[in-house]
């Protein structure tokens, strides 16, 4: 199992202020929002294939949800899917970034510094990043990405690929054996409803390591940058 003390460390070394002004008895609405889904890839601790974390741009305001706020949601729910599996443990972890709904209020929160401090975290934390798909991506999106690239480490830039409807680099990157088990939606053969794992949200409200990880780091990062 993965233990809480290596996320604390990650975060706090490579991404020190990401939890320092979450309140955690306020992300409930956060976490309603479902802007990130955890596909359901089976109990099967032999399975070759990566964790698979989704990212729905439609369902992400960052007037409602600033960017340090989705990235904090975001590293929970990568915290739920390693945890408790070991396939995921082994083969590291794939994010899917569902682009359809990307907008103008969107693009105002990319910046060179915002992309660095990710490339920091995804290098930091307890899990292989095996690579990145960006779907249903508009021109603005690709754009966007030819500007920002260079801010991502080149080890990182190499996995991130981004597509309208082509699902070939997400099709690479999962083992045939385990591709039946993806939702529809990606190229699947499952049903969308029982596709992603449901009932996650909760979990993590009633998971009381999670408020634990989110106090112990708060107060690493107050002893550390503020205590001085």
């Known amino acids: 199992m993965i233990k809480a003390k290596r996320l604390l460390i990650s975060c706090t070394v490579s991404y020190p202020d990401l939890f320092a002004l ?28 990566p964790g698979i974390l989704v990212l729905r741009i439609n369902r992400w305001n960052p007037s ?10 975001g590293i929970l729910y990568v915290y739920e899917l390693i945890k408790d599996s070991f396939a995921t ?12 709904g990307f ?26 990043f095996v690579g990145c798909v960006i779907i249903n991506s508009p021109k603005v999106v690709e754009k966007l990405f030819n500007i920002f690239k260079y801010a991502v480490g080149a080890k990182n830039r190499k996995l991130i690929h981004v597509v309208h409807k082509n699902l070939w680099p997400l099709n690479d990157m999962i083992p045939a054996a385990d591709s039946m ?12 409803e029982i596709g992603f794992l449901s009932g996650v949200e909760d979990y993590m409200m009633d998971d009381t390591t999670v408020p634990t990880l989110v106090a112990n780091v708060q107060n690493k990062y107050k002893m550390q940058h503020i205590n001085v």
């Open 22 to 49: 979450i309140d955690f008895t306020k992300l409930k609405p956060v976490l309603e929002k479902k802007i990130f889904q955890i596909v359901n890839t089976g109990e099967n601790e032999s399975s070759k294939s």
């Open 89 to 100: 443990q082994r083969n590291g972890g794939i994010l899917i970034i569902d682009a359809d």
């Open 103 to 128: 907008e103008f209020s969107h693009v105002k929160v990319i910046s060179f510094d915002a992309i660095k401090r990710l490339n920091c975290l995804l290098n930091a934390l307890p899990i292989k």
């Open 181 to 192: 088990q993806i939702p529809r939606c990606f190229g699947g053969k499952v049903d969308d």
């Open 64 to 73: 409602d949800v600033p960017f340090d706020e989705l990235v904090a949601v």
